[in-house]
C-alpha cells in the first residue's frame, strides 16, 4: 500500500521561500522517479520538477528553473521542493508523484503511478 503525504504549504509574501516535503510510505523513493506538480484553479496541472529514479538527475520547467530546487533524503523516504523567490503565479495545490516504471516523459502527469492529496501554496503580492 503506497502513500505520499505532501506538507509545508502555506501563505508565503512574493519574495519569500516555502520548503514542501513529501513523506512516503508503502514505496522506496530510491526505486521511483519522484516529480512534483501543481495545479492553479481553472488550470491543468502542470509539471514542476522530477529527480530521477536513482537520483543523478533533475528536470525543472522553464517558469521555475532557477527558483526551485526538487532534492531528496533516501534515510527519511522524502522527497523536498525548496521554492524561493516565489511569485504570485506560483499559487496552486502542489503534488507530490512517484513514477515506478521510468519509461514515459517525465513531464506528463499520466506516466505518474502514485499521488498525494496536495498542499496548498498561496503567494501574496
Known amino acids: 500500500q503506497v502513500q505520499l503525504v505532501e506538507s509545508g504549504g502555506g501563505l508565503v509574501q512574493a519574495g519569500g521561500s516555502l520548503r514542501l516535503s513529501c513523506a512516503a510510505s508503502?514505496?522506496?523513493?530510491?526505486?521511483?522517479?519522484m516529480g512534483w506538480f501543481r495545479q492553479a484553479p481553472g488550470k491543468e496541472r502542470e509539471f514542476v520538477a522530477v529527480?530521477?529514479?536513482?537520483?543523478?538527475?533533475?528536470y525543472y520547467a522553464d517558469s521555475v528553473k532557477g527558483r526551485f530546487t526538487i532534492s531528496r533524503d533516501i534515510a527519511k523516504n522524502t522527497v523536498y521542493l525548496q521554492m524561493n523567490s516565489l511569485k504570485p503565479e506560483d499559487t496552486a495545490v502542489y503534488y507530490c508523484?512517484?513514477?515506478?516504471?521510468?519509461?514515459?516523459?517525465?513531464?506528463?502527469?499520466?506516466?505518474?503511478?502514485?499521488w498525494g492529496q496536495g498542499t496548498q501554496v498561496t503567494v501574496s503580492s
Open positions: 529527480i530521477s529514479r536513482l537520483g543523478v538527475t533533475t
Open positions: 508523484a512517484a513514477d515506478k516504471s521510468s519509461r514515459g516523459p517525465p513531464d506528463r502527469a499520466t506516466v505518474y503511478d502514485y
Open positions: 508503502g514505496v522506496t523513493i530510491g526505486s521511483f522517479g
